[in-house]
């Protein structure tokens, strides 16, 4: 089963984008769920994550307030809705299937989309 995130693309800084993260072939629907980014030369750094009920959320500093991660009626999708973008969240975004809870840790997660790239213009 993986994972497959999509929604990203090239938006002016102030603008907005959704993101989403949908399994291929299996449901995720019993975990939790993350959203992460890495820029080329950098550690993968936590964005957000939803417990497997989508009772739970947890945000970065960095996106905290304007961002938001929720999941679909049916629990398997999830998504990361992202507002007032800036440059400094050009990055490829991952999503990633795990604890139940949703953790900050890559390490807690066990299965990883393919990535999609965001590019904040200024």
């Known amino acids: 089963v993986q994972l497959q995130a999509s929604g990203g693309g090239l938006v002016q800084a102030g603008g907005s984008l959704r993101l989403s993260c949908a399994p291929s072939?299996?449901?995720?629907?019993?975990?939790?769920m993350g959203w992460f980014r890495q820029v080329p030369g950098k550690e993968r750094e936590f964005v957000a994550a939803i417990s497997w009920t989508g009772g739970s959320t947890s945000y970065a500093d960095s996106v905290k307030g304007r961002s938001t991660i929720s999941r679909g009626n049916a629990k398997n999708t999830v998504y990361l809705q992202m507002n007032s973008l800036a440059s400094e969240d050009t990055a490829v975004y991952y999503c990633?299937?795990?604890?139940?809870?949703?953790?900050?840790?890559?390490?807690?997660?066990?299965?990883w989309g393919q990535g999609t790239q965001v590019t904040v213009s200024s």
């Open positions: 072939g299996g449901t995720f629907s019993n975990y939790g």
């Open positions: 990633a299937a795990g604890r139940a809870y949703g953790s900050r840790w890559p390490s807690e997660y066990d299965h």
